[in-house]
């Protein structure tokens, strides 16, 4: 769970807010998707895919971390099983907010909260495989070549000139 922010509270104290955070993470990988206040929603992100993140490591330290917050077996079996499995190629962005107009009783600006389902888009993870693959090629063929042509020869003719001797 981060830290609080500095100022009042989404509820009446730091453990009632806990308790609701934790009440909305069980219900958003429940059901995938929960229509809650922007506030809460923007409160929810970050412990949602830290706990995302738990269960891609998927070890039993990280299931016992998890427990802490979900305490609903199944859903936390769930999120290690099914979600873990569908976020494996993500490194990040597990969840996405959507505003929707305000609620019609208190006119509070609502949200919903949803994990993201889709898959990584292939032409992303190709583009920054090029684009790696090209930062490793420019420097390696610019350094290595000139380093070894030029030391290398010297240092070998050098030393078969005092093998000879030797013998």
Known sequence: MPTPKKGPRLASSPAHERLMLANMATSLFQHGRITTTLPKAKRLRPLAERLITFAKRGDLHSRRRVMRV???KSVVHSLFTEIAE???QREGGYTRIVKIASRKGDT????IIELVTEPVSPKQAVVKEAEAATKVADQAPAEAPVTEATEAPAETAAENTEAEKAE
């Not at 509070?108 to 949200?111: D, L, T, V």
């Open 86 to 88: 569908q976020m494996e």
């Open 108 to 111: 509070a600006p609502a949200a």
């Open 70 to 72: 979900i305490r609903n």
